[in-house]
C-alpha cells in the first residue's frame, strides 16, 4: 500500500505527500490515522500514520542502533557534511516546502519562502559549522592529568509545536546532530506534512538509518511516550506552559531524562514618549501579528507612554487597517488562518471575554470571511492589569494597549506576568533603553525592533516561560554532557 497521495494546493501547485512515519529510514505505516486540515477552508487535506506507543518504541530501537553504531563512529567531520547536505536539499526544495508549509499552517506563502524554509536551512548549516568544534579542555591540577570530554547523550526527542514547524524542527535537529546525538522528533498533529517531506531529503543527504526519525502523533499518546520513554536520554518540548509541565513530570517519573522547554509567554512592547512613532507602530504591528499571532513571544501587551498615547493608537489604527488578509497562497497576502477550529474558538472566547469584563474593542474582533479560521487583527483599549485578555497567553491575532507614566511603572507593568520570554522597548535614549532592558525579566529583550530571530543567538524564556536556551553555541550544552577523566602522574594514595 502507498503512502504518497497527490495533491494540489488552492492555486494550482501539484504536490505529491509523503503519509507515514519515518523510522529507520523507511515510511512505515503507524497504529492509527489522523486527519489533517487546511485551515482555508476547513477540508481535510489528507490522512496521515499516526504513532501508538508501540512505534515510539520501534523508533527509539532505531535510534539506539544508529547512535551505537555507524553514528558515533563517523568522525564530526563527516557528521557535518551530512547537515550541510540536508540544508542544501531544503534550500533546493524551499518553493515545494514552503507550498507544503502554507496548506497546512495556512501562514503566507511569502513568510514561508522566506523566513521558514530558509530559516531551517541556515540554522543547520550553522550548526554543521559547530561540529568539529566541541571539545573539552585539560585543568590543570597538581600530580594528576585532568581533562573533560564533552560527549552526546544518545537519543533525543523533540517535540515540535504547530505555528513554526519547519524552523522549529531546524533549531531541534541542528544542535542535536552536531553534537553526535541521534534523534526521534514529533511533529503536531495540526501540521505534520513538512516535517515528513524534510525526512525525504534526510534519506537523500545520506544519514545512516536511525539518525534521525520522524513520526506524528497525538501527544497524549506519542508525546507521552517519549517523554516517559526509560531510553530516551533527553527531550526538547516547544508549546504551551500547561503541556511543559506534564513533560516534566513524565521525565521525572520515567528516568530523570534531561528537559528543554520553550513555552508560552505574554510579552510587553514598551513604547516611550521619546521613540520613533511611526516605526514603533511598524514593529508593534510586527510584534503581534507577524504569524497571525501565533508566535510564543508575539508582543501581545503595548504599554505606551500617555504623552504619544493617542498618537500611537491613531496611528496603529490606521497601519493595522491595511493588513492584507485572505488566500495565504498569494504573495501580498500578510495574515492568513489560524491553525484549527480549536485555535479559532479559543481566541473568540478571549476577544469575548474582554468584551464582557469592560475592556474597549477598539477595531477587528470578529471573524473574517465566510470559512476558513480567519480572525480580524483585534485592538483591545481600556484594559485593567487583572483582566484575563492581559493575564494570559491568547496566541491570536489580539493585542491590548495601555498606558504608563513613568518608567518605573512601566517596568513594573512588564514584569507583572508569570511570562518571562520576550520584551521590547523603544526609546531614542541608549541609556534609557539599556537600563530597562536589564530590569525587565525575560530571555529576550529587543531595543527598537521585534521579533527579530536569529540562528545564532540564544533563544528561551525565564520563569514560567521556559528552561534552557535554543539556537547559538547556548543550545550545544542542551545536546552534551561532560565526563572528567583523571590520570594519576604521581599521587600517593594515602
Not at 494550482?12 to 505505516?29: A, P
Not at 557534511?81 to 542544501?88: F, N, S
Request: include cysteine; hydrophobic fraction near 40%; charge should be negative.
Amino acid at each position: 500500500m502507498s503512502l504518497i497521495v497527490e495533491t494540489s494546493t488552492p492555486n494550482g501547485y501539484d504536490l505529491k505527500l509523503q503519509t507515514g512515519l519515518f523510522i529507520n529510514n523507511e515510511f512505515v505505516k503507524g497504529g492509527s490515522t489522523l486527519e489533517t486540515i487546511n485551515p482555508s477552508n476547513g477540508k481535510v487535506i489528507t490522512s496521515v500514520q499516526a504513532a501508538e506507543k508501540e512505534d515510539v518504541e520501534k523508533a527509539v530501537v532505531a535510534a539506539e542502533k544508529a547512535f551505537e553504531g555507524p553514528w558515533s563512529k563517523m568522525s564530526s567531520g563527516d557528521r557535518a557534511k551530512l547537515i550541510y547536505k540536508l540544508a542544501e536539499l531544503i534550500d533546493r526544495d524551499n518553493e515545494e516546502l514552503s507550498q507544503i508549509e502554507t496548506l497546512d499552517n495556512g501562514k503566507g506563502i511569502t513568510f514561508s519562502r522566506n523566513f521558514d524554509a530558509k530559516q531551517i536551512a541556515i540554522t543547520l548549516r550553522y550548526y554543521a559549522g559547530w561540529a568539529d568544534k566541541i571539545h573539552g579542555k585539560v585543568i590543570d591540577t597538581d600530580g594528576a592529568l585532568s581533562y573533560t570530554r564533552h560527549e552526546p547523550i544518545g537519543v533525543c526527542a523533540a517535540i515540535i509545536p504547530w505555528n513554526f514547524p519547519l524552523m522549529m524542527l531546524g533549531w531541534k535537529l541542528g544542535p542535536a546532530l552536531c553534537t553526535g546525538n541521534t534523534v526521534i522528533v514529533k511533529s503536531s498533529e495540526l501540521t505534520p506534512l513538512s516535517a515528513i517531506k524534510v525526512a525525504q531529503l534526510v534519506v537523500e543527504a545520506g544519514f545512516p538509518p536511525g539518525v534521525v526519525n520522524i513520526i506524528t502523533g497525538f501527544g497524549p499518546i506519542a508525546g507521552d511516550a517519549l517523554a516517559r520513554h526509560p531510553r530516551i536520554a533527553k527531550v526538547a518540548f516547544t508549546g504551551s506552559t500547561a503541556v511543559g509541565r506534564k513533560i516534566m513530570a513524565a521525565a521525572a517519573d520515567s528516568n530523570l531524562k534531561k528537559v528543554t522547554l520553550e513555552l508560552g509567554g505574554k510579552s510587553p512592547n514598551i513604547i516611550f514618549d521619546d521613540a520613533d512613532i511611526d516605526q514603533a507602530v511598524r514593529w508593534a504591528h510586527k510584534g503581534i501579528f507577524f504569524n497571525h499571532g501565533q508566535c510564543c513571544c508575539a508582543g501581545s501587551r503595548v504599554l505606551v507612554q500617555s504623552s504619544v498615547y493617542d498618537e500611537f493608537l491613531s496611528k496603529f489604527k490606521e497601519y493595522t487597517s491595511k493588513t492584507k488578509l485572505g488566500n495565504p497562497h498569494e504573495d501580498d497576502t500578510y495574515q492568513g488562518p489560524q491553525v484549527s477550529q480549536t485555535q479559532f474558538d479559543r481566541i473568540m472566547g478571549y476577544i469575548e471575554a474582554g468584551k464582557k469584563q469592560g475592556a474597549t474593542c477598539f477595531m477587528g474582533g470578529k471573524r473574517w470571511g465566510t470559512e476558513g479560521y480567519f480572525i480580524e487583527p483585534t485592538v483591545f483599549t481600556d484594559v485593567k492589569d487583572d483582566m484575563t485578555i492581559v493575564q494570559e497567553e491568547i496566541f491570536g491575532p489580539v493585542v491590548v494597549v495601555s498606558k504608563f507614566d513613568t518608567m518605573e511603572e512601566a517596568v513594573k507593568m512588564a514584569n507583572d506576568t508569570d511570562y518571562g520570554l520576550a520584551a521590547a522597548v523603544f526609546t531614542r535614549d541608549s541609556a534609557r533603553s539599556v537600563e530597562v532592558a536589564n530590569r525587565i525579566k525575560a530571555g529576550t529583550v529587543w531595543v527598537n525592533c521585534y521579533n527579530e530571530l536569529d540562528y545564532n543567538t540564544p533563544f528561551g524564556g525565564f520563569r514560567q516561560s521556559g528552561i534552557g536556551r535554543e539556537n547559538g553555541e547556548y543550545a550545544l550544552d542542551n545536546y552534551i554532557q561532560v565526563k572528567t577523566v583523571k590520570i594519576n602522574v604521581s599521587r600517593e594514595a594515602y
